[in-house]
């Protein structure tokens, strides 16, 4: 196994950074995908359906009629059966779990009175409508059907359009199943990658336009995202998945290393990087991931995912492996050490953070409550998870006294005069006293 080991044990925090960013991300793969996903965005703009059959018969050979983009309720029935009891019972724990985290976190509108009598405040809404995009082909992905439906419903989302690839419709399906068991979802379209993005975001003659898309996809959907936000909100940028575990010795070794395989197994562009303290821990835990390897099926996909990706950072002192943690900032983030908990206070940048030895990344992605939908690449800098915050927008309330007006129109009339908007000024000063 091609798994390097990178010795930081001399470098101070700054050191680390800088040594660091040779290994981000460059950017040509990611402008080329847009340089594409544009051709395609503009296509379906101009020619509607006719662009989503074009494109399904490229990218996924099939060859769809327009009466087939959508998918009917009978055939959601049908291919939602023929599964066995335990693994409806699992999607339905994961559905329960999802709906009470996320009905913790539901905003509230608040309103105060300043000493001029004006009453202040926002008030919350949810989104009307939004478009879950769930990917298809190498695998299918259920969880991801609860992990973005369910906060949506809870935030109170009118309209729910979900779109996958053709692939995810067949019987069995289990997109399907996991879409019957939530329920709410209004319309379903048989459509992929970039060009359903584009026809939810403008709408076409049989896809329904929406206000926001979440869900996540390969480069190009997320390329097309980027390239549509403005027209339709989006959750965030998301590209392949990735963990950083932060390992001391203390735990079974064999915990670090089944984690590692588990993010590796995700894509060939998957991510999986381990920070430990000294050389000896770096080869323990490379030894293991060895060991652990010949257990797993996708082993080409895990392979080439840890020789291009994966990283053992040894560091000298937890200073030095937050400041990598804070620089990489990771989607998933695992502190498998002796005081775990104390690590919180300083980490800055992460998607989501598993503290302790029996919180694995897997738990998260299937059933602990939150959305698994997390800002990748290094964007857990300024993105946050999916979650139903991410279905609400906000309204300022602003009601102002004759007072206040009165009060305040003063230095507010000031401003406007700097700023040459006389018409500003006169809106002011017609409700004076002046």
């Given at each position: 196994?091609?798994?390097?080991?990178?010795?930081?044990?001399e470098?101070?925090?700054?050191?680390i950074?800088?040594k660091?960013?040779?290994?981000?991300?460059?950017?040509?793969?990611?402008?080329?995908?847009?340089?594409?996903?544009?051709?395609?965005?503009?296509?379906?703009?101009?020619?509607?359906?006719?662009?989503?059959?074009?494109?399904?018969?490229?990218?996924?050979?099939?060859?769809?009629?327009?009466?087939?983009?959508?998918?009917?309720?009978?055939?959601?029935?049908?291919?939602?059966?023929?599964?066995?009891?335990?693994?409806?019972?699992?999607?339905?724990?994961?559905?329960?779990?999802?709906?009470?985290?996320?009905?913790?976190?539901?905003?509230?509108?608040?309103?105060?009175?300043?000493?001029?009598?004006n009453?202040?405040?926002?008030?919350?809404?949810?989104?009307?409508?939004?478009?879950?995009?769930?990917?298809?082909?190498?695998?299918?992905?259920?969880?991801?059907?609860?992990?973005?439906?369910?906060?949506?419903?809870?935030?109170?989302?009118?309209?729910?359009?979900?779109?996958?690839?053709?692939?995810?419709?067949?019987?069995p399906?289990?997109?399907?199943?996991a879409?019957k068991?939530?329920?709410?979802?209004?319309?379903?379209?048989?459509?992929g990658?970039?060009q359903?993005?584009?026809?939810?975001?403008?709408?076409?003659?049989?896809?329904?336009?929406?206000?926001?898309?979440?869900?996540?996809?390969?480069?190009?959907?997320?390329?097309?995202?980027?390239?549509?936000?403005?027209?339709?909100?989006?959750?965030?940028?998301?590209?392949?998945?990735?963990?950083?575990?932060?390992?001391?010795?203390?735990?079974?070794v064999?915990?670090?290393?089944?984690?590692?395989?588990?993010?590796?197994?995700?894509?060939?562009?998957?991510?999986?990087?381990?920070?430990?303290?000294?050389?000896?821990?770096?080869?323990?835990?490379?030894?293991?991931?060895?060991?652990?390897?010949?257990?797993?099926?996708?082993?080409?996909?895990?392979?080439?995912?840890?020789?291009?990706?994966?990283?053992?950072?040894?560091?000298?002192?937890?200073?030095?492996?937050?400041?990598?943690?804070?620089?990489?900032?990771?989607?998933?983030?695992?502190?498998?050490?002796?005081?775990?908990?104390?690590?919180?206070?300083?980490?800055?940048?992460?998607?989501?953070?598993?503290?302790g030895?029996?919180?694995?990344?897997?738990?998260?992605?299937?059933?602990?409550?939150?959305?698994?939908?997390?800002?990748?690449?290094?964007?857990?800098?300024?993105?946050?998870?999916?979650?139903?915050?991410?279905?609400?927008?906000?309204?300022?309330?602003?009601?102002?006294?004759p007072?206040?007006?009165?009060?305040?129109?003063?230095?507010?009339?000031?401003?406007?005069?700097?700023e040459?908007?006389?018409?500003?000024?006169?809106?002011?000063?017609?409700?004076?006293?002046?």
């Amino acid at each position: 196994m091609d798994l390097a080991i990178v010795d930081f044990s001399e470098l101070s925090e700054e050191e680390i950074r800088k040594k660091l960013s040779p290994e981000k991300k460059v950017l040509s793969e990611f402008h080329e995908a847009e340089r594409k996903a544009a051709g395609i965005i503009e296509d379906v703009l101009n020619h509607g359906d006719e662009a989503l059959l074009k494109y399904t018969r490229i990218y996924d050979s099939v060859d769809l009629k327009r009466e087939n983009i959508e998918v009917s309720s009978s055939e959601i029935e049908r291919f939602s059966s023929g599964f066995d009891e335990t693994f409806i019972e699992a999607l339905k724990v994961s559905i329960k779990r999802v709906g009470e985290f996320h009905r913790q976190d539901i905003p509230s509108d608040w309103f105060f009175k300043d000493e001029y009598g004006n009453r202040l405040g926002q008030r919350y809404l949810p989104i009307e409508k939004v478009g879950i995009y769930i990917p298809g082909g190498k695998a299918l992905y259920p969880s991801s059907v609860v992990m973005t439906a369910v906060p949506a419903m809870v935030a109170g989302v009118r309209r729910l359009i979900l779109s996958s690839p053709p692939s995810s419709y067949r019987e069995p399906s289990e997109i399907c199943l996991a879409a019957k068991l939530v329920g709410g979802i209004d319309r379903f379209y048989r459509v992929g990658g970039v060009q359903i993005i584009a026809a939810m975001a403008f709408g076409t003659e049989t896809v329904e336009k929406v206000d926001k898309i979440v869900g996540p996809g390969n480069i190009y959907v997320a390329a097309a995202k980027k390239l549509l936000y403005g027209v339709v909100d989006i959750d965030m940028i998301a590209g392949p998945s990735e963990v950083v575990v932060v390992w001391d010795g203390s735990s079974n070794v064999q915990f670090a290393a089944a984690d590692v395989l588990a993010q590796a197994e995700h894509d060939e562009d998957a991510r999986a990087i381990c920070i430990v303290f000294n050389m000896g821990h770096a080869e323990k835990l490379k030894r293991a991931i060895n060991e652990l390897f010949s257990r797993i099926e996708r082993k080409v996909v895990a392979e080439k995912s840890l020789a291009r990706n994966g990283r053992i950072f040894v560091v000298r002192n937890r200073a030095a492996a937050v400041a990598l943690i804070n620089e990489i900032a990771p989607e998933h983030l695992e502190i498998m050490t002796e005081n775990a908990e104390e690590y919180l206070d300083e980490i800055r940048n992460a998607g989501a953070v598993f503290i302790g030895d029996y919180s694995p990344v897997a738990i998260g992605d299937y059933i602990a409550g939150p959305s698994h939908v997390l800002p990748t690449g290094g964007t857990a800098r300024f993105f946050s998870p999916l979650s139903v915050r991410s279905f609400f927008k906000s309204s300022s309330i602003i009601e102002i006294t004759p007072r206040g007006c009165e009060e305040l129109g003063q230095f507010a009339s000031i401003i406007a005069e700097k700023e040459k908007l006389n018409a500003h000024r006169d809106s002011i000063k017609i409700r004076r006293s002046d």
